[in-house]
């Protein structure tokens, strides 16, 4: 099992439900559709270009930071720093991966914490991506001649990208070796810096780059809204209310509405491994990948993965037809499908908080006292830190499964709101929007109901 696997479902107890599974999974499921019937009364009557427009507010103070260059050369410098602690650490660490930094930067405070700091606050990753920073390093922020143009492949290989990157951390059964974590970050390192260097800057970051496409989407749910000049500057800086940024026009195709799927499948599988239903699956296809040895785990978890990933695009596909059907009005497919595509990704948001809500309030505090000794070679440059305790106060299995279940409710509740509006501005009436949104309240009561469950099975009985 990986690091991720044994600190994040580590909880040291089980936590027994005061009221049986089913009545809080129906509980959460009223709550969806409670709301669902609240939006319908008072943002009923939004439709057309009305129902997607939201108020922000221009902030000066943070405008003009904004349009400084001090924050993208701090976020520059943490990201550079972090990309070398992860390779030097991995590399030249401890072998355990409890005992090396590189463990906790990479899948505590990058892949858990940046994604909930980005929803929270903004795309931080457009101040930390250290690629991007180290070639405005190089080339002294100055445009320079791409030798190829970038084929129209839209975020294909930035979704690739993500689904290796997933691969990596849940089926390879490699992200728990700190040394296999470093030579990842060094060939993904390989790959950015010879696609910028092959396409353009903008061109593979917009395409290739994995994290930065998955973060431009995470920064839409943010309150944070920043314009640009065609250079790039930042103009003005707004604030808006939580997720109708996600609301905004963006590029539109297959690959974005398959990479919103993916960010909520990956997620979905990491929980699932926790399940009785997957180490079910696994003993059923066990004459299979036995054969197989070493590779067999790989083999089947890579199949659990994608298995899962096609079944959530057949079902949102089947869905958004039953939508446009309802409809009854004639749409584009692909804006229609990436338009409400977005609308999943307060989902993926919270699932995502509340996946690795332990993991970060406390897992990520062991990172503390390895400061102090960062290479295992018995230094001691933090002395203070040596002995630190981390403190188990927001972690009792109690607090872990109500903080769960609140959060589950509140995406979903939001996801309803943000797919209603984006109804209203699809199908122009307020009769339409409201009977094509049948089909995704049904999807929402399902997400909510299966979610809860997949949470519930590692820190929770019934009683």
């Known amino acids: 099992m990986s690091l991720a696997g044994v600190l994040l479902h580590g909880f040291g107890q089980r936590y027994d439900l005061p009221i049986s599974l089913s009545l809080y999974l129906y509980a959460g499921a009223g709550v969806v559709v409670i709301s669902f019937v609240l939006v319908v009364l008072f943002a009923g009557d939004q ?9 922000r507010r221009r902030v000066g103070w943070l405008t003009r930071v904004g349009a400084s260059a001090w924050p993208r050369l701090i976020g520059g410098a943490l990201g550079v720093l972090g990309l070398l ?16 930094p590189a463990e906790y930067l990479t899948w505590i405070y990058f892949w858990a914490g940046t994604v909930i700091l980005s929803g929270l606050v903004g795309n931080l990753w457009y101040l930390l991506n250290p690629w991007a920073a180290i070639y405005d390093a190089v080339t002294r922020g100055a445009p320079i001649h791409a030798p190829a143009k970038l084929p129209a492949v839209g975020a294909w290989p930035a979704a690739a990208a993500y689904l290796a990157f997933a691969c990596f951390e ?15 970050a060094i060939a993904y390192t390989a790959y ?24 431009d989407i995470i920064g839409r749910f943010s309150p944070v809204e920043a314009e640009r000049d065609p250079d790039g500057r930042i103009t003005a800086v707004y604030l808006r209310p939580w997720g109708v940024g996600l609301l905004k026009p963006m590029a539109t195709g297959w690959d974005r509405v398959v990479f919103v799927i993916l960010m909520l499948s990956t997620l979905a599988f990491d929980g699932i491994l926790a399940t009785p239903a997957w180490t079910d699956f696994t003993i059923a296809l066990r004459p299979v990948w036995l054969p197989m040895g070493v590779y067999g785990s790989f083999f089947v978890r890579t ?11 057949l079902v949102f596909v089947a869905f958004m037809e039953a939508v446009i059907f309802l409809g009854k009005r004639r749409v584009d497919l692909n804006t229609t499908l990436t338009a409400f595509a977005l609308t999943l990704v307060p989902i ?7 996946h690795n809500y332990s993991y970060v309030m406390v897992q990520s505090q062991n990172l503390l006292p390895l400061l102090s000794d960062p290479l295992a070679r018995g230094w001691h440059l933090f002395p203070s830190l040596t002995n630190f305790k981390p403190s188990y106060a927001l972690a009792q299995a109690a607090t872990v499964w109500y903080a769960q279940v609140v959060l589950i409710v509140l995406g979903h509740v939001v996801a309803v709101y943000l797919s209603h509006l984006r109804a209203g501005e699809r199908f122009r009436t307020a009769q339409r929007a409201l009977l094509s949104q049948y089909p995704m309240l049904l999807l929402m009561v399902m ?17």
């Not at 997400?447 to 009683?463: G, V």
């Open 47 to 55: 439709v057309g270009e009305k129902a997607i427009a939201y108020p």
């Open 85 to 100: 602690a992860i390779v030097i650490t991995g590399l030249f660490g401890s072998s355990k991966a409890v005992y090396n």
């Open 170 to 184: 849940l089926t390879s059964g490699l992200s728990s070796r700190p040394p296999m974590v470093a030579w990842a």
């Open 192 to 215: 950015t810096f010879a696609g910028m260097i092959l396409f353009g800057r903008d061109a593979w970051l917009r395409s290739g780059e994995a994290f930065t496409v998955l973060f």
């Open 303 to 313: 199949l659990g993965l994608l298995l899962l990933t096609a079944t959530f695009l």
């Open 348 to 354: 993926a948001l919270v699932y995502n908080a509340a």
């Open 447 to 463: 997400y909510t109901m299966t979610s809860l469950w997949i949470l519930a099975q590692p820190i929770t009985r019934e009683a």
